[in-house]
C-alpha cells in the first residue's frame, strides 16, 4: 500500500471550515484514499473514502487532486466535538486488504 | 446502526494470566480486524481474517497471542501467558472486504 503524509497536529476554530490534507505521492491506480478518524477513548470512525472524483457525504468532503498524489478532508462547520485524530490511508478495494493506520492529524478544534 | 460488540470493556489481570478477548462482528460482514494500540506505537493491527479464514497475523506476538474465528459471529483474541507490556486497548473491527469498516469500543487490558 502507498505510504501517506500528514501533519502530526492542525488547530481550527469552531464555526469554521476545517482542511486537513494528506500526501499520497505513490498511490496506485487502483488504490482509494480512506479517511477514518479516532474521537479520545473511542473506536476510529470511517468517515469518506474516494478513488479519483470529488465526494461528499453528511460528514465531509474529500478532494482529491487531478493527479492523485494528494488530498484534502473539509470539515465544513467544524465544532468541538471533531476534535479527534484524523487518518489518510491509501488501500486497494479489491478483495480483502489490509487497514494500516499511520499516525494521522491530530485535530483540534477552539472554542 | 449495527454495532462491533467487544467483551469485556475493561480487563486488569495478574501477569501469567490468560485473557481472552471476544469480538461479535457485524452480521454480513467478511472481514474482522484486530488492533492493539498504546500511547507509543499507536494503531498497530495484529491479524486479519476473511470469511473465518486468517490472512495475515504478522503483527501478532506469535508465542502468546492467537486470534481465531471459532464461527462467523464471534472472533477471539487470546493472550497466554500475559505480561505487562500487553497492556493497551485493544480494538476489533468488521467490514465486507475493503470497503468501509465500523470498530468496536475496545477492550482496555491492564496487566499488573
Known amino acids: 500500500d502507498a505510504k501517506t503524509t500528514q501533519p502530526t497536529s492542525m488547530d481550527c476554530a469552531e464555526g469554521r471550515a476545517a482542511n486537513l490534507p494528506c500526501n499520497h505521492s505513490?498511490?496506485?491506480?487502483?488504490?482509494?484514499v480512506y479517511w477514518y478518524r479516532q474521537i479520545h477513548s473511542q473506536g476510529p470512525q470511517y468517515i469518506i473514502h474516494g478513488l479519483k472524483n470529488n465526494e461528499t457525504n453528511e460528514m465531509a468532503s474529500l478532494i482529491i487532486t487531478e493527479d492523485r498524489k494528494s488530498s484534502t478532508l473539509i470539515l465544513p462547520h467544524a465544532t468541538l466535538r471533531d476534535t479527534a485524530v484524523y487518518y489518510c490511508?491509501?488501500?486497494?478495494?479489491?478483495?480483502?486488504?489490509?487497514?494500516?493506520f499511520g499516525q494521522g492529524t491530530r485535530l483540534t478544534i477552539n472554542p | 446502526d449495527a454495532r462491533v460488540t467487544q467483551t469485556p470493556r475493561d480487563k486488569v489481570t495478574e501477569m501469567g494470566q490468560e485473557v481472552t478477548m471476544r469480538c461479535q462482528p457485524i452480521?454480513?460482514?467478511?472481514?474482522v480486524f484486530w488492533y492493539r494500540q498504546t500511547m507509543m506505537q499507536g494503531l498497530e493491527l495484529l491479524a486479519y481474517f476473511r470469511n473465518r479464514a486468517p490472512l495475515d497475523d504478522s503483527g501478532m506476538p506469535k508465542d502468546r497471542f492467537s486470534a481465531e474465528m471459532p464461527d462467523a459471529t464471534l472472533a477471539t483474541l487470546k493472550i497466554q501467558p500475559s505480561e505487562p507490556r500487553d497492556s493497551a486497548v485493544y480494538f476489533c473491527?468488521?467490514?465486507?472486504?475493503?470497503?468501509?469498516?465500523?470498530f468496536g469500543s475496545g477492550t482496555r487490558l491492564t496487566v499488573v
Open positions: 473491527a468488521s467490514g465486507f472486504d475493503s470497503l468501509r469498516c465500523t
Open positions: 505513490t498511490i496506485s491506480g487502483n488504490e482509494y
Open positions: 452480521l454480513g460482514h467478511n472481514t
Open positions: 490511508i491509501v488501500r486497494l478495494i479489491q478483495g480483502a486488504q489490509k487497514l494500516v
